[in-house]
């Protein structure tokens, strides 16, 4: 097949989702035709929207925040800015963070899955990027294209194909990528709730007893909570009242009484690892080609980050599936996603384990040693920041 094949389209992207539709867009602004693939559009009416609260929430880092308001989606409904974080430990360890302490405004902004997605599509709709409703049938791919046959019978023909749905990725499955998948017999339960009391923009995290809870700050005197427990059933049986006051006396009652403010929904925790994150003319961000475990709340920021470095690249290249472009967006993305994932599965076997004597002082005070270090606290900042 000659290299001078014509194609429908430079991009294909599968998953509309937060990190594949902001890929969309990142690429329809450099000029590139592109493809987005998505059986269930999200709802856009703003209006409709500020009418309840969504339990998606994400922690988006200051990095990731002026590449979207670069990209002219970054939402201004009800974000919330978080200029605290306070940790503590299963006995007396505890570590604070301050925005202060590295001269910033602030360590993250929460955010409402459902308006950044909104703003993204808008923003989709209004550059005219080009989204097919229906279901992938089947891929084929070789040395010069990808091509893609949908549902509805339709063909088309991409230089890459680029699998952002999610972490049961179907694309990934189709291409033969097999994946490393570590479970950790735990479930995230979320929820959001109204506080007695003001949280002053701080976030809160506890480690407890192998459970970790995070309250984590919305405007309007709101929070979200992560609790990470092997006990997710007993917990989501529970009336909303009873739910709340759980919740309020696994936190200490530190922002006072609770009220439940969204239906309560669970979902498995799990590393996966797939053992390469790209394919001939394929390339898989996001969930598709890494899950974290979410003390840190870095899983979309791990996406948006592969949105840049993908988007970058195929901005210098004009075969933008090429083999060495593929190997060199692997390569960048394989250091920072591997030390994130370890760092978060580390953390979490380390307060889950309580066979070796003595190794819940040690982990306790290993973090009262790291909150008396203001040099390796604010490294670790601003690693999360993405500074």
């Known amino acids: 097949m000659s290299n001078k094949q014509q194609y429908d389209f430079n991009v294909t992207i599968l998953g509309g989702g937060l990190v594949g539709a902001t890929l969309a867009l990142a690429l329809h602004q450099q000029g590139k035709k592109v493809l987005l693939l998505e059986k269930k559009p999200p709802q856009t009416n703003l209006s409709s929207l500020s009418q309840a609260w969504d339990a998606r929430i994400y922690a988006v880092s200051p ?58 599509w808008l923003a989709l709709a209004e550059n005219g990027v080009t989204i097919a409703e229906s279901r992938l049938l089947s891929v084929k791919t070789d040395v010069w294209s990808a091509q893609v046959t949908l549902e509805n019978g339709e063909s088309y023909r991409s230089q890459l194909l680029v699998g952002a749905d999610g972490a049961n990725s179907w694309l990934r499955e189709q291409v033969g990528i097999e994946v490393s998948a570590s479970p950790y017999r735990q479930q995230g339960v979320v929820a959001n709730f109204s506080t007695a009391k003001p949280h002053y923009g701080c976030a809160y995290q506890w480690f407890r007893g192998g459970d ?21 059933e007993k917990l989501t049986m529970l009336a909303g009242e009873d739910f709340a006051r759980q919740v309020a006396q696994a936190g200490h009652y530190t922002l ?11 979902f498995d925790l799990i590393k996966r690892q797939p053992k390469t994150v790209i394919s001939q003319r394929v390339a898989l961000i996001g969930d598709a080609a890494h899950t974290v475990h979410p003390l840190a709340g870095q899983g979309v920021n791990l996406g948006f980050a592969d949105v840049q470095c993908l988007s970058n690249l195929l901005a210098q290249s004009s075969d933008i599936g090429s083999w060495s472009l593929l190997k060199q967006y692997q390569r960048s993305r394989l250091l920072a996603v591997r030390m994130m994932q370890q760092g978060c599965d580390g953390l ?21 040693m790291v909150d008396c270090s203001g040099m390796i606290k604010n490294r670790l900042i601003r690693q999360a920041m993405g500074l």
């Open 256 to 266: 006072g009484e609770l009220t439940l403010t969204t239906p309560v929904f669970t």
């Open 212 to 232: 970790i809870l995070a309250y984590l700050p919305l405007p309007q005197q709101q929070i979200s909570i992560v609790w990470s427990t092997a006990d997710a």
């Open 63 to 120: 990095a990731n925040q002026q590449f979207l308001n670069k990209l002219g989606i970054w939402p201004a409904e009800r974000v919330q800015a978080v200029s605290h974080m306070q940790v503590y430990g299963d006995g007396h360890g505890h570590i604070s963070f301050d925005a202060a302490s590295v001269n910033v405004p602030c360590l993250n902004y929460m955010l409402e899955n459902r308006y950044l997605l909104a703003r993204i």
């Open 348 to 368: 979490f076997r380390l307060f889950a384990n309580d066979d070796l004597p003595g190794i819940g002082w040690l982990r306790n005070q290993g973090l009262n």
